[in-house]
């Protein structure tokens, strides 16, 4: 059974451009949360999608935007790139459904994807 | 307001003995669940522990115990038995509200250390 998986590892961009990172979520699942976790700080919980929709949002700007697809993966979109940017990117996933409480509880991280504005 | 808050950057333990890692939080929602997570130096969150707002007892996980005292708006994480695996980041969370669709919030984090 394959866990929540994340792709790429790592990735090296330049202020100004855009990026894409990757999220798989773990088998059965159908919600992927995305957050980004700054060097020696707590996660920051950007958006969450279900059902190809963003459901709920945290305090990012619109440079940040994401996308679900028919088969529950999801892309982070990140435009205009600042140096603050930077970041490990956590997607986490979970089964909503009809079942709210077990949603909330089961919430699987995958790895995270480093990312390095220079 | 921080939703929530963990005072100790760092700790340090002895191998074999207990540790509580602090963790207050805030909200005036009546549904609400805490989280504790573990994170190793390779990134990845570990879920550990979770308690919901209207569970009476404090729950329990292994070596893992969470401390909720509600009116003070408390979630400490008991770590029983300390183990030299147990040096990570730990992150105390909270979800608001009872719905399918929430907002997760993460305290800074706490490194603890364990000491053989």
């Known amino acids: 059974d394959a866990g929540v998986t994340q792709s790429p590892t790592h990735l090296i961009k330049t202020r100004g451009q855009q990026v894409t990172l990757r999220c798989s979520p773990k088998s059965g699942h159908d919600t992927v949360s995305w957050y980004q976790q700054a060097l020696g700080q707590g996660p920051q919980f950007i958006f969450q999608y279900y059902e190809e929709e963003e459901r709920q949002r945290g305090n990012f700007p619109d440079r940040f935007s994401g996308h679900q697809f028919p088969n529950y993966s999801s892309e982070l979109n990140v435009n205009a790139l600042l140096l603050g940017d930077s970041a490990l990117y956590l997607c986490?996933?979970?089964?909503?459904?009809?079942?709210?409480?077990?949603?909330?509880?089961?919430?699987?991280f995958g790895p995270g994807t480093r990312l390095t504005v220079t | 307001a921080q939703k929530i808050t963990q005072t100790q950057p760092g700790m340090f333990v002895q191998e074999k003995e207990a540790v509580t890692l602090d963790c207050t939080y805030d909200t005036s929602d009546q549904s609400y669940g805490l989280f504790w997570y573990k994170q190793p130096s390779s990134g990845e969150m570990i879920f550990l522990i979770y308690q919901g707002s209207y569970d009476e007892q404090n729950a329990t996980e292994g070596r893992y115990s969470l401390n909720f005292q509600k009116a003070r708006k408390s979630a400490n994480l008991v770590i029983s038995a300390s183990q030299l695996g147990d040096s990570a980041m730990y992150f105390c969370?909270?979800?608001?509200?009872?719905?399918?669709?929430?907002?997760?919030?993460f305290g800074s984090g706490t490194k603890l250390n364990v000491k053989p």
């Open positions: 986490a996933s979970s089964l909503v459904g009809t079942s709210g409480r077990r949603g909330a509880y089961e919430q699987y």
């Open positions: 969370a909270m979800r608001e509200g009872s719905y399918n669709f929430n907002k997760f919030y």
